[in-house]
């Protein structure tokens, strides 16, 4: 089993930076990538960014192309989610996902781990 704990989210104005964190423990061996999600209130959770085992890869979501980026640290088993240029449509809770397959995927579905959510709220 491997379990997600993610940290970082807090109150920040629109246009301001936001660091989340998520620290990876358990089992961690069968983890490949691992991504960023996020759950906004009536809405269905979202793909955000995700990257690959060697941390040279990633994608991210349209919603937030060019102001998010993820890194990885393979060594504390961390990924942690840079974020610029909030926006109020930012606001949401944010999960770390993990799974064992080397796709970077959409669909919630497909993830095998998951954190317990940490909250981002940008005020306008």
């Known amino acids: 089993q491997v379990q997600l704990v993610e940290s970082g989210g807090e109150l920040v104005q629109a246009g301001g930076s936001l660091r989340l964190s998520c620290a990876a423990s358990?089992?961690?061996?069968?983890?490949?990538?691992m991504a960023w999600f996020r759950q906004a209130p009536g809405k269905e959770r979202e793909f955000v960014i995700g990257?690959?085992?060697?941390?040279?890869?990633?994608r991210d979501g349209d919603s937030v192309k060019g102001r998010f980026t993820i890194s990885r640290d393979n060594t504390k088993n961390t990924v942690d989610l840079q974020m610029n240029d909030l926006k109020p449509e930012d606001t949401a809770v944010y999960y770390c996902?993990?799974?064992?397959?080397?796709?970077?995927?959409?669909?919630?579905?497909?993830?095998?781990?998951w954190g317990q959510g940490t909250q981002v709220t940008v005020s306008s």
């Open positions: 990257i690959n085992r060697d941390g040279d890869r990633t």
């Open positions: 996902a993990a799974r064992g397959s080397a796709a970077i995927v959409d669909p919630p579905a497909a993830w095998d781990y």
């Open positions: 358990g089992h961690t061996f069968i983890i490949n990538v």
